[in-house]
């Protein structure tokens, strides 16, 4: 079944505006991880945060994640139009499989 | 940076056929690799994990007759999807673990789209 919901299902915002997504999660986790994928392509990962860490940064990402809310934020900020794509969280528990959420898909307009 | 590449990229068949999928880690060895199911606007679903050496193993509701996997090497995983019908067109993705490294990340294929006529 899958784990991660992500919030909002879309998003349109304008070049140089900052970009919020949120996850939720049933289960206990070992880590949670975002990945981007361009339309009719595959998945890039972006960031993996473990259940012991709150926040990552990676460039221009921030992910945060709340294990008592079970929850994780990714914010992009100054996004521009190539970040135009559809965002997933995926949980992982131990080593096993991940979980994908349903995913944003944010636009980016010029 | 590790890379999986899978082929083809996109395939139409005919109703009844079978059709084959390659998912190959180019630069490191995956012990095991993962194949995920894609329907449009919608999230990746995991079919099966697959194993090199062993069977692999089947989510619920998927099909092991009909979505035949091989993991005879390292580096290469096959999912065959027998028999296909209208209802299998969807985009088929893989991803590998590499297996020299801390197992919590996955490396993703470019996924295969297949169009069952």
């Known amino acids: 079944s899958q784990q991660g919901e992500e919030d909002p299902q879309a998003l349109s915002i304008q070049e140089g505006e900052n970009a919020t997504m949120n996850c939720s999660y049933k289960?206990?986790?070992?880590?949670l991880q975002w990945y981007r994928q361009n339309s009719g392509r595959g998945l890039v990962h972006l960031i993996l945060i473990r259940s012991n860490e709150r926040e990552k940064h990676s460039g221009r990402l921030r992910v945060t994640l709340d294990t008592s809310k079970k929850s994780s934020s990714l914010l992009i900020t100054a996004s521009r139009a190539a970040d135009t794509a559809s965002y997933f969280c995926a949980t992982a528990a131990g080593y096993s499989t991940l979980t994908f959420g349903k995913g944003t898909m944010l636009l980016v307009s010029p | 940076g590790a890379v999986v590449s899978q082929h083809p990229s996109w395939v139409i068949c005919k109703s009844g056929t079978s059709v084959k999928i390659e998912c190959r880690s180019l630069?490191?060895?995956?012990?095991?690799m993962f194949w995920y199911r894609q329907f449009p606007k919608q999230s990746l679903m995991l079919m099966a994990t697959s194993n090199e050496g062993s069977k692999a193993t089947y989510e619920q509701g998927v099909e092991k007759d009909k979505f035949l996997i091989n993991h005879a090497s390292l580096t290469l995983s096959t999912l065959t999807v027998t028999s296909a019908h209208p209802e299998d067109s969807s985009f088929y993705i893989c991803?590998?673990?590499?297996?020299?490294?801390?197992?919590?990340?996955?490396?993703f294929g470019p996924g295969t789209r297949l169009l069952v006529l």
């Open positions: 289960t206990s986790i070992n880590n």
């Open positions: 630069d490191f060895q995956a012990t095991t």
């Open positions: 991803s590998a673990r590499d297996s020299g490294q801390l197992q919590e990340t996955q490396y």
